[in-house]
């Protein structure tokens, strides 16, 4: 059974950084694509960034490349998601979500979800 715990949210000032991360166990992981996902409040849940867990291949919504990098470390079974540059539109709970099989940008595409993480941004 896949589990994911995220952990890193919190509050920051607008411009400052964040970084998450997400444990994951259960499976091993080699034709994954792990997402991170974020709903703000009375929006829908968007993607934010994903990697391909074999090869690395990373993707991020327009919204925040540049400013976010996504990483993920084979021996510990980890993504990160290194938050630069915050602003109030980035203010949600962020998601670390996985799928097995290639990279989607829908969340529904994605089979199992964390508990979330809060990132507020004050400007």
């Known amino acids: 059974q896949v589990q994911l715990v995220e952990s890193g949210g919190g509050l920051v000032q607008a411009g400052g950084s964040l970084r998450l991360s997400c444990a994951a166990s259960g499976r091993t992981f080699t034709t994954y694509t792990m997402g991170w996902l974020r709903q703000a409040p009375g929006k829908d849940r968007e993607f934010v960034a994903a990697i391909t867990w074999g090869y690395g291949n990373t993707y991020y919504a327009n919204s925040v490349k540049g400013r976010f990098t996504i990483a993920r470390y084979k021996g510990e079974n980890t993504v990160y998601l290194q938050m630069n540059s915050l602003n109030a539109d980035d203010t949600a709970v962020y998601y670390c979500?996985?799928?097995?099989?290639?990279?989607?940008?829908?969340?529904?595409?994605?089979?199992?979800w964390g508990q979330g993480t809060q990132v507020t941004v004050s400007s």
């Open positions: 979500a996985a799928r097995d099989g290639p990279y989607r940008n829908s969340y529904r595409s994605y089979d199992y």
